[in-house]
């Protein structure tokens, strides 16, 4: 029986060392550093914006995004940004960046999310239409583009391409054949964004809180506060109406 037993505990023995070396080590892969690999050319052709306008974002969200860990091989925030702005700019899928940057499908899927949100908080502190105080100041911006009075925004729409799925990808095929989100946004005279909306429009005009005008292409109504062309002027003053409206849209 003593030799029984000892037989038997050899045999867990060895099990147990087969099983340690049938497990598959982990292995974490060396991370490249674009900021130092590629040219300030070539980054911005990835990613969209040059290295110092990411650096300067990723100081603006790491207090959102640092992860709060002493583990090792934590994604840095500024590879977390990288990769967000990659996925943003070539709309690839989460695999495709989980190879191209060495990690997995899961932590990909999760510092996009954690960045997107982080981004998304900053909205009101970067994107907002000027106070009434400002206004006329606007205006008058406006007005030295091309004569165009009491404009303080020029508004356009734009296809965003998508990866449309699900039971309502269908809905999201736009008249060119492929999906997208259709955005709206309005700018202000100095090429800034002063209004998003990627679902519906906004209420600040119909109700009367901005004295002004927006201007518009052919493709939106006329509106007591959305000045578009006319589709066929007739004298010298609704041509000099378009070009201005044009010109200063432009």
């Keep these: 029986m003593d030799v029984l037993r000892q037989l038997q505990h050899l045999q867990r023995i060895q099990d147990i060392n087969y099983n340690r070396a049938m497990r598959r080590e982990c292995v974490f892969r060396d991370r490249d550093n674009p900021f130092d690999r590629l040219s300030d050319e070539c980054f911005r052709m990835r990613f969209r914006l040059s290295k110092n306008t990411v650096r300067v974002v990723t100081n603006i969200v790491r207090a959102d995004i ?4 002493r583990r090792n ?3 840095p925030c500024e590879l977390q940004v990288l990769l967000a702005l990659r996925f943003y700019a ?3 899928f989460q695999l495709t960046m989980a190879d191209l940057h060495g990690l997995s499908q899961t932590t990909v899927c999760t510092v996009l999310k954690r960045v997107t949100n982080a981004i998304d908080r900053l909205r009101p502190q970067y994107i907002s ?3 009434n105080e400002e206004m006329n100041d606007l205006k008058e911006r406006f007005f030295n583009i091309a004569g165009f009075p009491n404009c303080v925004g020029s508004i356009d729409c734009s296809h965003i391409r998508i990866i449309g799925h699900g039971e309502n990808g269908q809905r999201s095929i736009n008249r060119k054949g492929w999906s997208s989100i259709n955005v709206q946004a309005v700018s202000d005279s100095k090429r800034r964004f002063v209004n998003i909306v990627s679902h519906w429009h906004g209420s600040r ?3 009367g809180e901005i004295d002004g005008f927006l201007i518009g292409d ?3 109504p006329c509106l007591p506060y959305l000045m578009t062309p006319l589709l066929n002027p007739g004298n010298a003053a609704e041509n000099g109406y378009n070009r201005a409206l044009c010109y200063t849209r432009m």
């Design 129 to 131: 239409f000027s106070n």
């Design 90 to 92: 070539t709309g690839g």
């Design 205 to 207: 005009f119909e109700d």
């Design 73 to 75: 091989h934590a994604v």
């Design 218 to 220: 052919s493709g939106y």
């Design 66 to 69: 640092e992860q709060p860990t």
